[in-house]
Every structure is written in C-alpha cells, then in structure tokens.
C-alpha cells in the first residue's frame, strides 16, 4: 500500500467516523415508527380517539427532545372538525363474509344502512345494447344493489336511463383493481362498497349488509406544536411541519398509515432531538397537524391562528410520505423557489444523500398549502420507491416501510435547515 493511498484510506476512515458521531438513534426511530403504526392508535383518526392518542404520544416525545411549549404547559393546540365515520361494517355476498379493509372499503360520503336482496349487475354489454338494458330493468324483483365494474362507472351515472334504478338501490358495488380510502367530513349517498375485483365471488347473487355511519360533529382534534428557542434571532423561524393523522377504522380494520404519515412524524421528532441538542441562530418550530387526511384542516386552523407572525417565518418545510426514497424524492413549490431549490440539490450531491430530487409545482396535496397561500415561503417534500405501492390503504405497514433513506434524508434537512439559517 503506498502512502497515498494509507492517507486516502485514513481519510476516509475519519471520514466514516465523522458519520458515525452524526448518525440518528435509529433504534428510536424504529420504536416510534412501530407506536405510531401500532392498533393501538387506532390508524390516528377519529373512532376510539386515535387522533388524541397519537397527538398525546407525539408531546410525550416533544417533550423528551427538550422542545419549549408556545402555550402554557401545553404544546397541543385544539381545533374542532366534523368527520364521517364508519364504526362497524358487514359485507356478506352469497352468504362468505368480506373483510373490510382489505376485501373492500366504503366511500368516504357514505351513509349508513342495511338491507338484504339481489346483486343487479350492469355490465359493458348491458351498457351497450337497450335490449339487454330492458332485460336488467324487467328482472328487478325486491331489493337490489347494483354491481358494476370501476371503467364503467361514469358512463352509468352520465346515462338517463339508469337513473331510476340507481335512485332505488340499496347500496352500490364498485368493482376494483385496487383500494384507495379517504375521508369526507359530511355523508351524502347510500353506501358504496369499493371491493376488489379479486376479492367478489364470481356470479354472485345475493348480498347482506350493514353500515354504522356516523357524522362526528364538533370533534375537538389538535396539533401538536413546539420548538428551539433560536440563540441569535428568537424571532426568526424555520418551521418543519408533518402531519401526524391517518384515515384512523374502518369497521374491525384499521389504517397504520406508516409511510402517510407516521414517517414524517418521526422525522420530525429526530429533528427536533437534533436542534435541541445544536439551537441555532433563528428559532426552529416543529410542527405536527391533525387532520390532514380530512380537508388539511389541523394546518388550515393553525394559519388562521398562528403563535406568532406568519411574517416572521423564513421557511418552512413540510415532510409527508418520509417511509421510503430509492427513488428519491420530490419538492412541490420548487419551481416557485428555484434559488432554494438549487440550494437543497447542492447539499443533497454534496452529501450524496438521496439519488435525485425533482421539481414539482405547487399543489394543493398536503399542509404546506395554507401557509403558501399566504405567502409563506415553503416546500413540501415527498420520498419515492416505485417498489412501495402501498397508499391509503391496509397494507401501508410499519413492517412492510423500507426507511431505506431516512437517516441520508434527516442529514440533508439538517444540512439544508442549518444553510438557510445562515
Ligand atoms: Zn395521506
């Protein structure tokens, strides 16, 4: 081994440490990530108070990172929400019991109800020819419920004719290739199953089921809120911010929501470790909304009730959809700050941290949006992995997340938040 290459070595052996003395507790990580996810908090939304069991575990770690409280004692901030909400399902199809969650979900503006009765099918064939319409109509006995496959969909509720049959069904059956949930805050419509095409017994005829819906109305949800009191400038702020709810049960199922968004919540928690252990010049606040999956309304309330001047915030960066990153990640708003774009993509090939990072235009998909909508200068960053299909639904677990890049990404945050406070 020549010299050149022992002092190369070497280097990189300093190199390897200096890491070493920087890398995150991901045992902690690990812990929080499996809490998070756990049945325990009830998927983070409304039935059984997961939302509050979540938000009382996020200020427990809040706490334990060293963070200070805006209010009083306290780092929730409570806001009141309405939601719709399904506390026990039952879906029977020629007598087998599907399992909600991964069999079937319901929209979300579903009421309740339940009936017994025939499956009405109205299949591309039915759609194309009158006679066969005609047939559908004349066969229609008692109860139905009409079945109809995902493709079919709006060209059965733009058609007249099946107006009549669509008033009168019990419930509708969309047939799927793949469940996606989502929550609505009012209820609007007779039940519509979503089941999986894979999941329906071929030529079924008859269906039982059961809906217990229920508009929680004035729900008193909350954020969770705390900070590092900035050593130069208190009163300049850098904000992280992630929302911390999912789409909470379904009947018997829950949602654990591990990439969306227990992943970013975690995040938030090392990065709030971080900077209580190294307070920079500006203030950094730590921000975990509520009610992102209901309208962004945990961030919608706090922008219209913040703790201190929206002004007087630098930057903000919110972390929705942290789980993942072999594919690395996207900035929304990025092409409305191109300067800090190209900052954070210098400190990302500097440091090697995520394999490429793409600019997106602002959207509306998560709880940057209120903030940027008045004119506070933000980001949204999501990671990718087109191995990691799971969103919105069952299978979105803490044993299935990859966190393949989460230690790489909470580097470059830091890196990034430390260059901005510059
Ligand atoms: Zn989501």
């Known amino acids: ?16 440490f200096a890491l070493q003395t920087e890398a995150q507790d991901m045992g902690r990580v690990r812990q929080h990530m499996q809490q998070l996810c756990s049945e325990a908090m009830h998927g983070r939304g409304y039935i059984s108070e997961g939302d509050r069991k979540a938000a009382d575990y996020i200020a427990d770690a809040f706490q334990t990172a060293g963070l200070k409280a805006f209010q009083k004692e306290s780092f929730l901030q409570y806001f009141e929400i309405s939601v719709n909400t399904f506390p026990g399902l039952l879906l029977q199809i020629d007598g087998k019991t599907l399992e909600a969650g991964s069999d079937y979900i319901i929209q979300p503006i579903s009421q309740g109800g339940r009936a017994q009765g025939n499956l009405l099918y109205i299949t591309q064939e039915v759609l194309d020819n009158p006679k066969a319409q005609k047939r559908v109509m ?3 006995k008692s109860d139905y419920v009409l079945v109809f496959d995902e493709t079919l969909q709006s060209r059965i509720f733009e058609n007249i004719a099946f107006r009549p049959i669509l008033q009168k ?3 509708i059956i969309v047939l799927k290739a793949k469940l996606t949930a989502s929550m609505a805050q009012e ?8 089941v999986l095409k894979t999941k329906f017994p071929k030529k079924a005829k008859n269906i039982n089921f059961e809906v217990k819906q229920e508009v929680l109305k004035n729900y008193r949800s909350q954020n969770v809120i705390g900070y590092v009191e900035g050593r130069k400038h208190p009163d300049k702020f850098f904000v992280f911010t992630a929302h911390y709810d999912h789409l909470g049960r379904l009947g018997e199922a829950y949602f654990p929501g591990a990439n969306d968004n227990a992943s970013g919540t975690v995040m938030l928690i090392e990065l709030a470790h971080y900077f209580s252990q190294n307070p920079p010049d500006h ?15 945990g961030s919608r309330y706090y922008v219209e009730n913040p703790y201190f001047p929206l002004e007087d915030i630098t930057f903000l960066f919110n972390m929705d959809i942290f789980g993942t990153g072999k ?13 800090i774009f190209e900052k954070l993509k210098a400190i990302n090939k500097k440091g090697g941290y995520l394999p490429q990072i793409l600019p997106r235009e602002p959207t509306a998909n998560s709880d940057h949006y209120f903030f940027s909508q008045k004119g506070v200068p933000a980001f949204f960053m999501y990671l990718m992995d087109s191995n990691y299909t799971h969103y919105h639904d069952v299978e979105d677990t803490y044993e299935r997340v990859t966190l393949s890049h989460f230690d790489k990404t909470y580097h470059l945050l830091i890196g990034f ?3 901005m406070m510059e």
Do not use: C, Y
């Open 417 to 419: 938040a430390e260059a």
């Open 187 to 194: 209820a609007h419509i007779f039940p519509i199953f979503e």
């Open 138 to 140: 004349k066969s229609i």
């Open 327 to 339: 594919d690395g990640a996207t900035v929304v708003n990025a092409t409305i700050h191109p300067e």
């Open 283 to 297: 203030s950094v606040v730590f921000m975990a909304f509520g009610a992102e999956e209901v309208a962004l309304l």
């Open 169 to 171: 069904t019990k419930a």
């Open 1 to 16: 081994m020549s010299i050149f290459t022992t002092r190369i070595f070497i280097v990189f052996i300093i190199f390897l």
